[in-house]
């Protein structure tokens, strides 16, 4: 028996399915000099919290797995990746899993490799899993008539 009655189900659909206003995005340089459009994971977290409740969703690290880590001889530095599954469980059971990736190269010691990549992993499934779930939490931006759109408007950054 689900916790969620009717109504609230359709309330949550309503929810997930609008669009990030561009105050939620964030820009960085991606693959062949183009922009890359995401949205932070606090800011992401914070909408989670406002469509699910704070207490009506939950994270968990079901994996994690180090792809590969490496010594260089000639300068002294780590590299290493590491790939990570993350689940998101709502408060009826359903859920969505995702896997993350996070890397660094040239680190000055191996502890400090694994754990940036552990964290960047562990961000990126968080991210993969909640956007899953509908537009408002990351989907809508593998959507590329919603991104020509939302590339042209201006707007000032929420904090």
Excluded at 53 to 74: A, P, T
Excluded at 82 to 109: A, P
Excluded at 111 to 127: C, H, N, R, W
Excluded at 133 to 156: E, I, T
Aim: glycine share 10%; charged share 25%.
């Amino acid at each position: 028996v689900s916790p969620y009655t009717a109504q609230q189900i359709a309330t949550l659909q309503s929810k997930l399915n609008k669009q990030l206003g561009p105050e939620y995005l964030s820009q960085r340089a991606g693959p062949g000099g183009k922009k890359v459009h995401y949205i932070q994971a606090d800011k992401l977290i914070n909408l989670a919290n406002e469509v699910f409740g704070f207490n009506g969703w939950s994270s968990m690290i079901k994996n994690v797995s180090v792809d590969y880590l490496d010594f260089d001889k000639n300068n002294g530095r780590w590299s290493g990746g590491v790939s990570v599954t993350v689940r998101i469980t709502l408060k009826d059971g359903s859920y969505h899993e995702d896997i993350g990736y996070g890397s660094m190269e040239n680190g000055k010691t191996k502890a400090q490799v694994i754990e940036k990549a552990k964290k960047e992993g562990t961000t990126d499934g968080l991210k993969r899993a909640l956007r899953t779930f509908g537009n408002v939490l990351g989907l809508c931006l593998n959507d590329s008539d919603y991104m020509a759109k939302v590339s042209r408007v201006k707007s000032v950054p929420v904090q």
